[in-house]
Structures are given as structure tokens and as C-alpha cells.
């Protein structure tokens, strides 16, 4: 599927409707921070915002979404937070390296977070390629790391449809909760 294809898929699979106007100035906030984020991760963004699925996993959001202006500030502190979660993981990696066999953003070609889970569990961007929408996914649930080479709306998608027992235990579906918890 398309980037496109993928969002209207969400969309569908979790009953909700794209949302449409102001998005974040998210070129202009790309060149000021030196960083582009996926396509698709955009565009998810810019549809839904932020929240979690299920109330289990959830998408890291630049914030405020509503304030475009705002965007430089809000990446900034959006990749801010992913540098601290690295520092900590950095640190496990020099006591464990056999545990940890991937660099860390900012170091070269490495895991930049996107999202967590209740449990501890992180999904990242692995940020080897010069094209961020090349980017595969990278999760790990505290015991193992799994790539995934495709974007981060593909994997939800997968998530939800339990076309994967591992991710499919990240958002854990109940049918008598919303699929999409958006966060205000």
C-alpha cells in the first residue's frame, strides 16, 4: 500500500475520520531542527494527532498541533525527548552491548523513537538510509529487537490486524475500547 492508501486504511480500521486543516510547518521546522521524519509519519500526524491505541501504544507528537508556527519549537522538543530516551539506552548498551546492537540518534544511522508502550516496549525509525522515508522499524519489547522494513502507519496497520503476534501484543485489541484514543 501507499502512504495514502495506508492513513485511509487506519482511518478505517479504527472508525475515525482524517481530520482536516492547519498542519504543522513541517519543512520549514525539518530544515531549522536538520531533521525530515517519514512521509507517512507526517501525514499520520497531521490526520490524527497524537494519542495511543487502545490506550497501549503510543505515537510520539510534536507539540502544540493546533499552533503551525509553533512547529520548529515543537520538533525540537519532539526529538529532544527521543535524545533522552537514547542517553538511557546508550548507557544499557555499554554495560550490555550483546543486548543492544544498534547506534542511538544523533549517533549515524541510529534508532530515533516514535512511540512506546505500556509495558516499556519502543518503536523507533532505524535512520540508516539518507531518505527518511526509507527508514524501516525497529521494536523492541525489553527481551528482543525486531526490524520491519516498512513505515510506522504500515506497521499499525499490522499491529491491528494481527498480521503479527509480536507487534499484535503491543496494542493488545479489546473490542469494547476505541481503536484511536486521540490525545487533546
Known amino acids: 500500500m501507499g502512504m495514502q492508501a495506508d492513513i485511509e486504511e487506519f482511518a478505517r480500521i479504527a472508525d475515525i475520520t482524517p481530520r482536516k486543516g492547519e498542519v504543522l510547518a513541517w519543512d520549514d521546522s525539518s530544515v531549522e531542527v536538520g531533521i525530515r521524519l517519514p512521509a507517512d509519519y ?8 497524537g494519542g495511543d491505541l487502545y490506550g497501549r501504544l503510543g505515537v510520539n507528537t510534536p507539540w502544540p498541533l493546533g499552533d503551525p508556527p509553533a512547529g520548529v519549537t515543537a520538533l525540537r522538543a519532539l526529538l529532544n525527548d527521543a535524545i ?13 552491548p550483546a543486548a543492544f546492537p544498534f547506534a542511538f540518534y544523533p549517533e549515524p544511522g541510529g534508532l530515533l523513537a516514535w512511540g512506546g508502550g ?14 527518511p522515508d526509507a527508514w524501516p522499524v525497529v521494536v523492541w519489547d525489553k527481551a528482543e529487537w525486531r526490524r520491519y522494513d516498512m513505515g510506522m502507519v504500515a506497521l ?21 475500547l476505541p481503536v484511536w484514543n486521540p490525545r487533546l
Not at 533522552?84 to 544499557?92: A, F, K, P, Q, S
Not at 505500556?118 to 531518505?131: N, P, Q, R, Y
Not at 499499525?156 to 469494547?176: C, N, Q, S, W, Y
Open 84 to 96: 533522552e530516551t537514547n542517553e538511557i539506552l546508550r548507557g544499557l548498551r555499554d554495560s550490555y
Open 118 to 131: 505500556i509495558g516499556g516496549d519502543l518503536c523507533f525509525w532505524l535512520t540508516e538510509a539518507h531518505d
Open 42 to 49: 507526517r501525514a499520520f500526524i497531521d490526520a490524527f494527532g
Open 156 to 176: 499499525l496497520i499490522r499491529a491491528l490486524t494481527k498480521g503479527d503476534p509480536f507487534i499484535a501484543d503491543l496494542v493488545a485489541p479489546e473490542p469494547d
